[in-house]
């Protein structure tokens, strides 16, 4: 079936530190995917997508590219704040249905 | 307006009660959802309206009863709920459904439900 898997948090950096956060996934054909952002208290929000190979998805420093070949979509930034911190959810999704498949989320604690 | 409004934010119910979610778009979004969300876990889908018709039930219990009054209300409806259905409950809202959902959904600040 379809899946996401990313690593286990949380991830704890300090300000300006560089960030990886890795997701792969195992899908029968092409999704999209998505990096979604939970801060403190609220609801999820899209922070990138992609939605075809080698498309790179990029919002507020943050960036990923769609990899076919290791099917990946590994967040990067390359320097973060505290304000960064939040649990980032990975996600697929097939343009014939509405199901968002996330994946287990990894939280990220950035300290001044 | 790109925000997706719940209420109410906090909510305690006993198991015998019954009590209702409540969720607003005003984006003209034809597509809205209902997930649930347990500590340190991703949200999970309960159901999906197109067109205010209820389009994916994901075997939700029948204590969970979701309404769509008009395209930018979304009810759900608690009744003899357990303890652990105990969570968050996140609506959505995207701006097609189907084969046009691209996978952007909006979501609310959600309703955090505690049953006693």
């Known amino acids: 079936g379809n899946s996401v898997t990313q690593m286990e948090g949380p991830v704890t950096l300090s300000e300006e530190a560089f960030l990886t956060i890795n997701c792969t996934y195992t899908?029968?054909?092409?999704?999209?995917l998505f990096w979604y952002v939970q801060y403190p208290g609220e609801g999820l929000q899209l922070l990138l997508k992609?939605?075809?190979?080698?498309d790179k998805g990029s919002n507020k420093g943050f960036e990923a590219t769609y990899r076919k070949e290791t099917t990946s979509f590994h967040l990067e930034k390359g320097s973060v704040q505290v304000s960064d911190s939040a649990v980032y959810f990975c996600?697929?999704?097939?343009?014939?249905?509405?199901?968002?498949?996330f994946g287990t989320g990894t939280r990220l604690q950035v300290f001044p | 307006d790109t925000e997706v409004t719940q209420t109410p934010k906090h909510l305690v119910m006993g198991m015998t009660n019954k009590k209702s979610l409540k969720c607003e778009q005003h984006?003209?979004?034809?597509?809205m959802y209902w997930y649930k969300q347990k500590a340190k876990k991703p949200p999970e889908l309960m159901f999906v309206?197109?067109?205010?018709?209820?389009?994916i039930n994901e075997s939700v219990p029948s204590r969970f009863s979701p309404e769509c009054p008009n395209s930018s209300l979304l009810n759900l409806h608690l009744h003899a709920l357990q303890p652990e259905d105990s969570a968050l409950y996140l609506c959505?809202?995207?701006?097609?459904?189907?084969?046009?959902?691209?996978?952007?959904?909006?979501f609310g600040e959600g309703s955090r439900l505690t049953v006693l």
């Open positions: 992609a939605t075809k190979a080698d």
């Open positions: 996600a697929l999704n097939f343009y014939n249905t509405d199901k968002l498949i």
């Open positions: 899908a029968t054909g092409y999704p999209s």
């Open positions: 309206y197109s067109y205010e018709k209820l389009s």
């Open positions: 984006m003209g979004h034809r597509a």
């Open positions: 959505a809202s995207s701006q097609a459904s189907g084969k046009f959902n691209t996978g952007e959904l909006f």
